[in-house]
T-cell receptor
Framework: NAGVTQTPKFRVLKTGQSMTLLCAQD?????MYWYRQDPGMGLRLIHY???????AKGEVPDGYNVSRLKKQNFLLGLESAAPSQTSVYFC??????????FGSGTQLSVL | KQEVTQIPAALSVPEGENLVLNCSFT??????LQWFRQDPGKGLTSLLL?????REQTSGRLNASLDKSSGRSTLYIAASQPGDSATYLC??????????FGTGTRLTIIP
């Protein structure tokens, strides 16, 4: 039981490049989330999903897209990376009315 | 706007002391509340989940309480140890789907 797994752990992009972050959970959780964490800003919700095939916008969705084609996977895409998207990205998942579990994070730098 | 506040932002206490971390939120109609710890450069580890019908939860030396009417939660740590040094985050479910995080209290236990 690996819990919540994020890949990659580190990535450096140039402005305008695209990439996809992958989150996988093996706990059969319905809910999955993408957060970004920045110094002094705390954790902010980007997008989330309440089940396979569903997605919804969070607090800071602009510049990001997501997909939940399979229940165990939640993908976060950056179509045209900007320096303002330099951050640590965390994926999380939970079952209904249960604890939220986090992955170990992805450090993304956009130059 | 639904907000979560944690004061102070940083706290230092000598080893062995009992301590209390505070969390306040703006809307008393919360669903659940969860406490996390985050070590530098790491992901978030769930400590305690308090469901809306509960007033407290305990795990080892940790005790979390919830007072919805006053919009407050506290995390009590007994007999603090250097290994307790970390950032502690409070997160509130204002509905069943989304969590709103406080910016955390950085705790340092002085040996």
């Amino acid at each position: 039981n690996a819990g919540v797994t994020q890949t990659p752990k580190f990535r450096v992009l140039k402005t305008g490049q695209s990439m996809t972050l992958l989150c996988a959970q093996d706990m059969n959780h319905e809910y999955m989330y993408w957060y970004r964490q920045d110094p002094g800003m705390g954790l902010r919700l980007i997008h989330y999903s309440v089940g396979e095939g569903t997605t919804a916008k969070g607090e800071v969705p602009d510049g990001y897209n997501v997909s939940r084609l399979k229940k165990q996977n939640f993908l976060l895409g950056l179509e045209s990376a900007a320096p303002s998207q330099t951050s640590v990205y965390f994926c999380a998942s939970k079952a209904t009315n249960e604890k939220l579990f986090f992955g170990s994070g992805t450090q993304l730098s956009v130059l | 706007k639904q907000e979560v506040t944690q004061i102070p932002a940083a706290l230092s206490v000598p080893e062995g002391e009992n301590l209390v971390l505070n969390c306040s939120f703006t809307d008393s109609a919360i669903y659940n509340l969860q406490w996390f710890r985050q070590d530098p450069g790491k992901g978030l580890t769930s400590l305690l989940l308090i469901q809306s019908s509960q007033r407290e939860q305990t795990s080892g030396r940790l005790n979390a309480s919830l007072d919805k009417s006053s919009g407050r939660s506290t995390l009590y740590i007994a007999a603090s140890q250097p290994g307790d040094s970390a950032t502690y985050l409070c997160a509130v479910y204002f509905g069943n789907e989304k969590l709103t995080f406080g910016t955390g209290t950085r705790l340092t236990i002085i040996p």
